[in-house]
Protein backbone atom coordinates (compact mmCIF):
# COMPACT_ATOMS: atom_id res chain seq x y z
CA UNK A 1 0.00 0.00 0.00
CA UNK A 2 1.47 3.48 -0.85
CA UNK A 3 0.48 6.83 0.48
CA UNK A 4 0.89 9.62 -1.83
CA UNK A 5 0.66 13.66 0.04
CA UNK A 6 0.13 16.28 -2.81
CA UNK A 7 1.78 19.96 -1.16
CA UNK A 8 2.92 22.93 -2.89
CA UNK A 9 -0.07 24.36 -4.60
CA UNK A 10 -1.24 28.04 -4.15
CA UNK A 11 -2.29 31.40 -6.03
CA UNK A 12 0.78 32.82 -8.49
CA UNK A 13 0.65 35.36 -11.17
CA UNK A 14 0.57 34.56 -14.70
CA UNK A 15 4.62 34.25 -15.82
CA UNK A 16 5.52 33.16 -11.81
CA UNK A 17 6.58 29.82 -10.52
CA UNK A 18 5.67 26.99 -8.14
CA UNK A 19 7.15 23.60 -6.34
CA UNK A 20 4.68 21.04 -6.69
CA UNK A 21 5.95 17.65 -3.62
CA UNK A 22 4.17 14.40 -3.48
CA UNK A 23 5.44 12.49 -0.73
CA UNK A 24 4.98 8.67 -0.74
CA UNK A 25 4.92 6.58 2.16
CA UNK A 26 5.82 2.31 1.45
CA UNK A 27 8.68 0.32 0.38
CA UNK A 28 8.30 0.20 -3.62
CA UNK A 29 8.74 3.76 -4.48
CA UNK A 30 12.34 3.30 -5.93
CA UNK A 31 10.74 1.09 -8.21
CA UNK A 32 7.57 2.69 -9.55
CA UNK A 33 6.87 5.14 -12.43
CA UNK A 34 5.55 7.96 -10.64
CA UNK A 35 3.06 10.88 -12.46
CA UNK A 36 1.51 14.62 -11.93
CA UNK A 37 -1.95 15.16 -13.32
CA UNK A 38 -3.67 17.67 -13.02
CA UNK A 39 -8.02 18.05 -13.45
CA UNK A 40 -9.40 21.67 -14.31
CA UNK A 41 -12.97 22.41 -13.32
CA UNK A 42 -15.06 21.06 -16.23
CA UNK A 43 -12.45 19.07 -18.00
CA UNK A 44 -11.07 15.24 -17.45
CA UNK A 45 -7.69 14.83 -15.56
CA UNK A 46 -4.86 14.87 -17.36
CA UNK A 47 -1.37 13.44 -17.53
CA UNK A 48 1.13 16.35 -16.73
CA UNK A 49 4.58 14.73 -16.54
CA UNK A 50 5.53 11.25 -15.44
CA UNK A 51 8.88 10.23 -14.52
CA UNK A 52 10.09 6.47 -14.80
CA UNK A 53 12.33 4.75 -11.35
CA UNK A 54 15.48 5.16 -14.16
CA UNK A 55 14.49 8.90 -14.47
CA UNK A 56 13.24 8.76 -17.81
CA UNK A 57 10.32 11.68 -18.02
CA UNK A 58 7.25 12.13 -20.32
CA UNK A 59 5.43 15.47 -20.64
CA UNK A 60 2.49 16.65 -22.11
CA UNK A 61 2.78 19.48 -24.97
CA UNK A 62 1.07 21.98 -23.35
CA UNK A 63 3.83 21.85 -20.30
CA UNK A 64 7.24 21.02 -22.25
CA UNK A 65 9.85 23.38 -22.00
CA UNK A 66 7.94 25.18 -18.57
CA UNK A 67 7.45 21.54 -16.30
CA UNK A 68 10.41 19.60 -14.61
CA UNK A 69 9.71 16.47 -12.94
CA UNK A 70 11.77 15.31 -10.92
CA UNK A 71 12.18 12.60 -8.03
CA UNK A 72 14.45 11.99 -5.42
CA UNK A 73 14.46 7.96 -4.15
CA UNK A 74 15.54 8.57 -0.22
CA UNK A 75 13.25 11.45 0.03
CA UNK A 76 10.38 9.17 -1.46
CA UNK A 77 9.25 12.36 -3.28
CA UNK A 78 8.68 13.17 -6.07
CA UNK A 79 8.25 16.97 -7.57
CA UNK A 80 6.58 18.99 -9.95
CA UNK A 81 8.72 22.31 -10.94
CA UNK A 82 6.18 24.82 -13.16
CA UNK A 83 7.99 27.66 -14.42
CA UNK A 84 6.22 30.34 -16.53
CA UNK A 85 3.08 29.87 -15.51
CA UNK A 86 -0.18 30.17 -17.49
CA UNK A 87 -3.92 30.90 -16.38
CA UNK A 88 -4.48 27.78 -17.74
CA UNK A 89 -2.52 25.78 -15.81
CA UNK A 90 -4.94 26.31 -13.03
CA UNK A 91 -6.30 23.24 -11.71
CA UNK A 92 -5.99 20.58 -8.69
CA UNK A 93 -2.67 18.96 -8.93
CA UNK A 94 -2.26 14.82 -8.19
CA UNK A 95 0.50 12.52 -8.12
CA UNK A 96 0.22 8.98 -8.79
CA UNK A 97 2.27 5.62 -9.19
CA UNK A 98 1.69 4.78 -13.16
CA UNK A 99 2.05 2.31 -15.51
CA UNK A 100 4.93 2.26 -18.05
CA UNK A 101 2.59 3.94 -20.44
CA UNK A 102 1.49 6.50 -17.83
CA UNK A 103 -2.08 4.91 -16.83
CA UNK A 104 -2.59 6.25 -13.28
CA UNK A 105 -2.82 3.30 -10.70
CA UNK A 106 -3.30 4.77 -7.38
CA UNK A 107 -6.58 6.49 -5.77
CA UNK A 108 -6.74 9.66 -6.38
CA UNK A 109 -6.19 11.36 -3.09
CA UNK A 110 -7.30 15.61 -2.33
CA UNK A 111 -4.61 16.90 -4.77
CA UNK A 112 -3.44 20.42 -4.48
CA UNK A 113 -4.43 23.65 -5.85
CA UNK A 114 -2.90 25.46 -8.24
CA UNK A 115 -4.66 28.80 -9.33
CA UNK A 116 -3.00 31.01 -11.79
CA UNK A 117 -4.37 34.39 -11.77
CA UNK A 118 -3.35 38.14 -11.79
Known amino acids: QVQLVESGGGLVQPGGSLRLSCAAS????????MGWYRQAPGEQRELVAG???????NYADSVKGRFTISRDNAKKTVYLQMNSLKAEDTAVYYCSRTTSSWRPLDSWGQGTQVTVSS
Open 26 to 33: GSIFNIAY
Open 51 to 57: ISSSGST
